[in-house]
């Protein structure tokens, strides 16, 4: 490395500060807090209380019981999906697999809403078509979504597809040559399967697992939306209950603690997953992987992909438009009742939806800007190991991971609204927030684009005599475009939909778009949350499509 | 019958005294809307209104006003109150101006207010004149906007004639689990204001069966009358009986049914807030809304009944007198607020 004094050292002194105020000051404050005692000493009494009291014992109960079952329905539905998309000759497996990425631009907690207006157990559209054809009794349901396991089911339709890309990819990668042999040697079609292809998937099926188990843990909205009215808790609404008044931040200090232990543990196992995956490439070149025969399955087999579809797309995209048009959302909207009331009472009426979608455009811009730059100069620092102590900068890069929107919210709270920077109130904390939580996956996305980028390049820069910074300008960057624009729409689309965090941050003056639609939740105005919905999907999609002018890849990752 | 109907702020404004929050002996003259007070609020240009009322009525309101003094724009920021309660504590409490005008279905909020010194008494002419001495603060804090009262209500086509509950003990009728929606003290002023009222009539005992009747548990009084007109739930054991009243004007196959125990009344106090950012555009909107302009428009689009005494009732709707209602009591509430809130919880898990 050059000893010439360049813009470098106060960069990444600038980084590392960044760094400390996104994420160590509000765990710090966190963890302090929640040893604090009501006379200011150190104490355990807050923990004491929690692990005493059924009101917050019962919600981790129900937490873990919906994380371990989200995890393994996830699995069960991924993998066979995953592998008639990636290994068979199954129609139409380019279009299943954009729409099951596709169905990740929706937020959960829209997904929930609209499964309340097909589901809910007498007024939901499944249930009323199901009494008209099969003439069940008004009192009875089909599907009951005010329940575990209606939140299961929708917490799965939202997760699955994480799992799902993870195990298509693996499988595309997987050396085809293998399950060759294998049937050289004479074993049947799915004596291979089981023999060569599932055990070469499964670890990245464990880690699939992980990561549905880490996203049910730490979501907020669906529980919100399905468990309250259904008269339980998770450990997400409760920690936000707590914030509610009269707030006891000590409790959410606690609270959170728990959840912030057991990400840092499951992403542990995740990474040793991962990590034992490298058996599978042995090195040397593969061909392709040979597409298996469904034969006359081939049907079937599609028709099971669209099925899995309509739970996270069709369905729920069905209910929204039917309730952005309807007066009532429980009525199959016809030619004579359809209206545009929501439409002109959320554009004209509501005075909160301009200021909302303001904020939410200015912070997912200013989100995705920062926060791309950001990884783009952290995975170089990291890639070329340009300064000393750039571990440091990588695990802090990626330590927001184990820190789950809510309780980074709970610690932003704490951090912020006292001195030296009282940044509550302003868009300032939320965009602190949303490039941190964000922050890993663009990491992730850019190290790795920096890794195809050859060292080389770079040096000759520096050798013509360019600074570190002018070099990463006029070489790296430009090399890097299509990776850095998939980054900034992955950030923007992230940030739109946040919701865990915002929901902690906000005040009324800094609303965002998927606040607004809880708050319009709580009070029922279920036709202004459709036609909302429907329009953050489709700026959503109108950005991502842009970005793909760009001759970018779009990217969703599991994070 | 206004004696009757407000006893609920007056009984809070005698008890003020006492807790030493009265620091004016009096109500501060009034000011009258003045054109240089209207230039003033038209420089301001904006004004920023907290409200817990359905936003069917408070957004054609805040166009209404609109429209009367056009050049400034009301931002309506509708939550529960025991939301707006928090939300407001915590701006405040950081120093955050943004709330100009706060208008709950929380008495009692307005009392801690005063008490903090948060609240900027002010009184029009026409209020000081038009609004009984129960219908406002002694001191001009605050003073009631409107009153609803939290009802049961049923969908008609899914309650059998012989099956209408007469009142809150029918409803523990097994016949009933599974088919009531309610709202949440927690969030709701509304509720929390009913919750005090029917835990002092009933005891808690009445809450804990309740409990056990798969209550379909939403939060905001403003949400029973959707459920209910929807079909999700046959029968809402509260609410914000002007949306049951709206939507069945609007043909929807919803009734009222006022029990026999008594229903709950809830005054909506409304105050200026001391550090509002546009002074002169919230004086501006108090003032208007309490006119008989405005109580007239909160009348025609809700029937909600009206606290300025030139305006009338809606006609069609039960007169206020006729209605057996419960006590209210702002102050037991602001007592015990955080007990309701722990007890409800303790029974309805959430």
Redesign the interface.
């Known amino acids: 490395m050059t000893r010439n004094f360049d813009l470098s050292r106060p960069v990444l002194a600038a980084v590392a500060a960044l760094l400390a105020v996104m994420i160590v000051l509000p765990v710090g404050w966190l963890l302090v807090v929640s040893l604090t005692g009501k006379d200011g000493g150190i104490t355990l009494a807050n923990f004491v209380a929690l692990f005493t009291d059924p009101t917050f014992v019962d919600p981790l109960i129900t937490t873990l019981i919906i994380a371990c079952s989200v995890s393994a329905i996830c699995c069960l539905v991924a993998a066979p999906l995953g592998w008639l998309v990636a290994r068979t000759d199954m129609p139409f497996a380019r279009t299943i697999r954009t729409l099951v990425m596709a169905s990740l631009v929706t937020p959960p907690f829209v997904g929930a809403i609209a499964w309340e207006m097909l589901a809910a157990p007498n007024s939901g559209l499944l249930n009323q078509l199901w009494r008209l054809l099969s003439g069940m009794p008004p009192d009875e349901a089909l599907f009951d979504i005010y329940s575990l396991g209606g939140l299961i089911f929708v917490i799965s339709c939202y997760t699955f597809p994480y799992v799902f890309i993870l195990v298509a990819n693996a499988l595309d990668r997987m050396p085809g040559e293998l399950e060759d042999a294998s049937s050289m040697l004479g074993a049947k079609t799915w004596q291979t399967a089981r023999l060569i292809t599932v055990p070469l998937a499964l670890p990245t099926l464990l880690a699939g697992a992980l990561v549905a188990f880490l996203q049910a843990l730490n979501l907020f909205g669906s529980p919100a939306i399905l468990a309250i009215p259904a008269g339980f808790h998770t450990l997400t609404t409760r920690i936000w209950s707590l914030f509610q008044f009269p707030p006891k931040p000590e409790l959410a200090a606690a609270a959170s603690v728990p959840l912030l232990v057991l990400t840092v543990l499951l992403l542990r196992a995740q990474a040793m997953a991962l990590g034992r995956r490298g058996y599978a490439v042995l090195g040397g070149k593969y061909g392709a992987p040979r597409p298996i025969r469904l034969g006359w399955l081939r049907g079937p087999a599609v028709a099971l992909a669209l099925f899995v579809l309509a739970m996270p797309l069709f369905l729920p995209y069905a209910a929204l438009f039917n309730s952005a048009f309807s007066r009532v959302a429980s009525r199959i909207v016809g030619p004579e009742t359809i209206t545009l009331h929501n439409v002109k009472f959320t554009f004209l009426e509501l005075s909160s939806t301009m200021p909302a979608l303001k904020n939410t455009f200015l912070l997912a811009t200013a989100s995705a800007t920062l926060g791309a730059l950001l990884a783009l100069l952290i995975a170089y620092i990291v890639a070329r190991k340009a300064v000393r102590g750039y571990r440091v900068l990588g695990f802090l890069a990626t330590a927001p991971l184990a820190i789950p929107g809510i309780v980074l919210g709970v610690g932003l709270f704490l951090a912020y609204t006292r001195p030296p920077l009282a940044l509550y109130g302003t868009l300032w904390i939320l965009l602190i927030a949303f490039v941190t939580i964000e922050l890993p996956a663009a990491y992730q996305q850019l190290g790795s684009a920096f890794h195809a980028v050859h060292p080389e390049l770079e040096e000759a820069g520096r050798m013509l005599g360019a600074t570190r910074l002018r070099t990463l300008a006029d070489i790296t960057a430009p090399l890097l475009r299509s990776a850095v624009i998939a980054t900034w729409c992955f950030i923007f689309v992230a940030t739109i939909r946040e919701l865990s965090a915002a929901v902690i941050l906000f005040t009324s003056e800094t609303k965002v778009l998927s606040v607004l639609i809880f708050d319009l939740k709580e009070s029922g105005d279920v036709g202004a949350i459709a036609v909302l919905s429907l329009t953050m999907v489709a700026i959503t999609t109108v950005v991502i499509a842009a970005a793909n002018r760009l001759h970018a890849r779009p990217q969703s990752r599991a994070a | 019958m206004r004696r009757r109907q407000f006893v609920a702020a007056a009984a809070a404004s005698t008890v003020l005294a006492p807790l030493g929050a009265r620091v004016l002996s009096a109500a501060p003259p009034p000011q009258a809307i003045t054109p240089a007070l209207i230039e003033a609020a038209k420089k301001e240009g904006k004004v920023?209104y907290?409200t817990a009322m359905?936003?069917s009525v408070a957004?054609?309101m805040?166009?209404a006003f609109e429209a009367k003094y056009p050049g400034i724009?009301?931002?309506?920021?509708?939550?529960?109150a025991?939301?707006l309660?928090?939300?407001i504590?915590?701006?405040v409490g950081?120093?955050?101006r943004?709330?100009d005008v706060a208008n709950s279905s929380d008495a009692a909020h307005f009392i801690v207010w005063k008490r903090q010194g948060w609240l900027e008494p002010f009184l029009t002419p026409d209020m000081a004149e038009n609004l009984a001495a129960d219908q406002r603060d002694p001191d001009g804090a605050f003073v009631n906007q409107r009153t609803h009262l939290s009802a049961i209500a049923y969908n008609t086509r899914?309650v059998k004639p012989e099956d209408v509950p007469k009142g809150f003990v029918d409803l523990l009728d097994p016949k009933y689990s599974?088919k009531l929606v309610k709202g949440h003290p927690?969030?709701s002023g509304t509720i929390m204001t009913a919750t005090q009222q029917l835990a002092k009539a009933l005891g808690w005992e009445y809450f804990e069966k309740l409990s056990k009747q798969k209550?379909?548990?939403?939060?905001?009084a403003?949400?029973p009358p959707?459920?209910i007109?929807?079909?999700?739930?046959a029968i809402a054991v509260d609410g914000s009986d002007y949306l049951f009243w709206m939507a069945k004007e609007r043909g929807?196959p919803i009734e009222v049914v006022h029990a026999v125990e008594g229903t709950p009344q809830v005054s909506n106090p409304m105050a200026v807030f001391k550090a509002s950012p546009n002074p002169n555009a919230a004086r501006l909107l108090v003032g208007w809304i309490m006119s008989p302009e405005g109580q007239e428009f909160i009348v025609n689009v809700s029937g909600q009944y009206p606290a300025n005494r030139l305006v009338k009732a809606k006609a069609g709707r039960p007169a206020l007198a006729s209605i057996k209602t419960l006590p209210e009591d702002p102050l037991e509430v602001e007592k015990t607020a955080?007990e309701i809130k722990t007890r409800y919880?303790?029974y309805?898990?959430?």
């Open positions: 920023t907290y359905d936003l957004e054609p805040a166009k724009k009301v931002a309506v920021e509708r939550t529960g025991e939301r309660f928090n939300r504590g915590q701006e950081s120093n955050i943004r709330v899914m599974g927690g969030y209550v379909l548990q939403v939060q905001s403003t949400e959707k459920r007109e929807a079909g999700e739930r929807a955080d919880q303790r309805f898990k959430v």
